[in-house]
């Protein structure tokens, strides 16, 4: 059975610095992996999806790479603003269109 | 990108009575809907997997008697609580494939249940 691993379950950054959030599956049979923003007691925003066949996305200030053989994500988000502030969610799908599975999430707070 | 849109928002009810959230893809087709259900600080898990036309499939565990969901069109998906209780409040979140090849999906903005 899939599992998704997301380390740490909070980080608190000051303003201006990157932040790294990993994310380890213990499948490395995956056909992508996804990046998803919450917001308090809103739904999920798609950040990145990245499919089996490649090594990163990069959107903006946010990088996100894969790498299968190690069962690891991990998305950058470049100069942090107190905006990025949020819980971030990585899952995997096993075909197109199958059902994802969550990690537990980073919640992340990035201080003025 | 693809919407989706979750109806209500929020919803609050008496215990033992039934609640339908509805689920609606606006610009593309979806013949796969997804039902995640989220307790506070703790990720998403999936309930069931509605197919448009056919019976859902529910993930070990979950009371298909009691969450019922439909999927009579290629834009709608209704999740029906029924007979709820305190320990059904959660905060549902329905998601949508677009279709594509990427195999990307779409969530709504969420439904937050709150059984008195």
């Known amino acids: 059975k899939q599992e998704v691993t997301q380390i740490p379950a909070a980080l608190s950054v000051p303003e201006g610095e990157n932040l790294v959030l990993n994310c380890s599956f213990t499948d490395s049979a995956i056909y992508n992996l996804q990046w998803f923003r919450q917001d308090p007691g809103k739904g999920l925003t798609s950040l990145l999806l990245i499919q089996s066949s490649q090594r990163e996305q990069t959107s903006g200030r946010l990088n996100a790479s894969l790498d299968k053989s190690s069962g690891r994500s991990t998305l950058y988000i470049a100069a942090s603003q107190p905006g990025d502030s949020a819980t971030y969610l990585c899952?995997?799908?096993?075909?197109?269109?199958?059902?994802?599975?969550f990690g537990g999430g980073t919640r992340v707070l990035v201080k003025p | 990108g693809a919407v989706v849109s979750q109806h209500p928002s929020w919803v609050i009810c008496k215990s033992g009575t039934s609640v339908k959230i509805e689920c609606r893809s606006l610009?593309?087709?979806?013949?796969?809907m997804f039902w995640y259900r989220q307790f506070p600080k703790q990720s998403l898990m999936l309930m069931a997997t509605s197919n448009e036309g056919s019976k859902a499939t529910y993930e070990q565990g979950v009371e298909k008697d009691k969450f019922l969901i439909n999927h009579a069109s290629l834009t709608l998906s209704t999740l029906t609580v029924t007979s709820a209780h305190p320990e059904d409040s959660s905060f549902y979140i329905c998601?949508?494939?677009?279709?594509?090849?990427?195999?990307?999906?779409?969530f709504g903005e969420g439904s937050r249940l709150t059984v008195l």
């Open positions: 610009d593309f087709q979806a013949t796969t």
């Open positions: 998601s949508a494939r677009d279709g594509g090849n990427t195999g990307e999906l779409f």
């Open positions: 899952a995997e799908s096993k075909a197109a269109g199958n059902k994802l599975t």
